[in-house]
């Protein structure tokens, strides 16, 4: 084999470790986009774990308010079978608000050591999730540039690579996030 042989071949040896090299980058981001939205799975099925004895603590102390202990336990089961983005914890949300509501409107309830401590743990929860979710985005921005940026644009479809989508607010939070809160005292 001549020189333009060896030529040949190293430059074929230098771009097949290039193009692994690419593959083996977008392999481990897209991992860790799969690892976030186990992470934000996680989380809500914690959540969905905590409605059961928030609403058995108010049964306790507001058993009458029987609608929207239902509405919460028809929207856990909504939300626990469905998408983890779907309309079906927009439900959960507004059903768990109208559930911790109640708090206010009973005294002892509001006293409860047990429903003091459930509502932390859901507030401890809601606090976690925020976070998955700050993480699967920046885990995604991350793929998405790795994946458009030269050379692997050039190799990631061919590979398989999609664009990976960010985790945005659902219909129940738009409009909600840019208001500024009422304060009264």
């Known amino acids: 084999m001549g020189i333009?042989?060896?030529v040949f071949l190293g430059v074929a040896l230098i771009v097949a470790f290039a193009v692994i090299g690419i593959y083996n980058r977008l392999v481990g981001l897209r991992q860790n986009v799969?690892?976030?939205k186990?992470?934000?799975?996680a989380q809500l099925r914690q959540r969905h774990d905590l409605i059961p004895n928030l609403?058995?603590?108010?049964?306790?102390y507001a058993g009458h308010e029987s609608s929207t202990l239902e509405a919460v336990i028809v929207a856990?089961?909504?939300a626990q079978n469905g998408e983890p983005d779907s309309g079906s914890e927009k439900g959960l949300r507004v059903a768990l608000d109208n559930l911790l509501a109640l708090g206010e409107a009973y005294p002892d309830l509001k006293a409860s050591t047990n429903f003091q401590e459930l509502q932390?743990?859901?507030a401890d929860v809601e606090?976690?999730?925020?976070?998955a979710r700050r993480a699967l985005n920046a885990a995604v921005a991350q793929f998405n540039?790795?994946?458009e940026a030269f050379p692997a644009v050039m190799f990631a479809g061919a590979f398989g690579f999609q664009q990976a989508d960010f985790n945005t607010l659902d219909d129940s939070e738009r409009g909600t996030v840019d208001q500024v809160p009422q304060v009264g005292f």
């Open 145 to 147: 540039t790795a994946r």
């Open 55 to 60: 609403v058995e603590t108010v049964k306790g």
């Open 76 to 78: 856990r089961n909504a």
């Open 127 to 131: 606090d976690k999730l925020s976070a």
């Open 38 to 41: 186990a992470d934000i799975d």
């Open 4 to 6: 333009i042989g060896w």
């Open 120 to 122: 932390r743990e859901l």
């Open 34 to 36: 799969r690892q976030g």
